[in-house]
């Protein structure tokens, strides 16, 4: 089996194998696409998915001088800084796109600090300038 052309497949399908915070496999996405078997052949190839997976990350991270968190929990891409990223109250990463409304509503939070210090969370105490100014 070639991993590379399996996992374009998958992908171009919306489906997505990804690596969990301990390093583990994990076949994720549609279940009309992620079939059992599609599962179990992830699963029956681990060890080659997470050494293609890590090799892949690696080189998406040397070719850009862009800083990011790390990967989302559930699509596997980049969370790039500035993209809108949000850690969920259980620890987990996920990317702007993937993020949801009850996602904010059970208590994620951005993992970005405010563009501009002294706006949100880092309250300088005094008036805030409107907007414009
Ligand atoms: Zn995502």
Same mark, same amino acid.
């Given at each position: ?10 992908? $171009?399908?919306? +489906?997505? @194998?990804?690596?969990? #915070?301990? %390093?583990?496999? *994990? ?5 009309? =696409? ?38 989302? $929990?559930?699509? +596997?891409? @980049?969370?790039?800084? #500035?993209? %809108?990223?949000? *850690? ?5 990463? =996920? ?39």
């Amino acid at each position: 089996m070639r991993i590379a052309a399996f996992l374009e497949r998958l992908r $171009e399908a919306g +489906g997505v @194998v990804t690596l969990d #915070g301990e %390093g583990a496999v *994990r076949c994720l996405g549609n279940p009309d =696409v992620v079939t059992p078997e599609v599962r179990t052949a992830v699963e029956q190839h681990a060890g080659a998915f997470r050494v293609f997976v890590e090799r892949e990350r690696a080189a998406t991270l040397a070719s850009t001088t862009t800083r990011s968190h790390g990967w989302c $929990e559930r699509c +596997g891409r @980049v969370v790039w800084v #500035g993209t %809108g990223g949000e *850690r969920l109250p259980d620890g987990q990463l =996920v990317c702007g796109d993937c993020v949801a409304p009850w996602d904010i509503e059970a208590g994620s939070v951005p993992v970005e600090e405010p563009e501009c210090p002294g706006v949100g969370w880092k309250d300088p105490g005094g008036p805030v300038p409107p907007h414009g100014s």
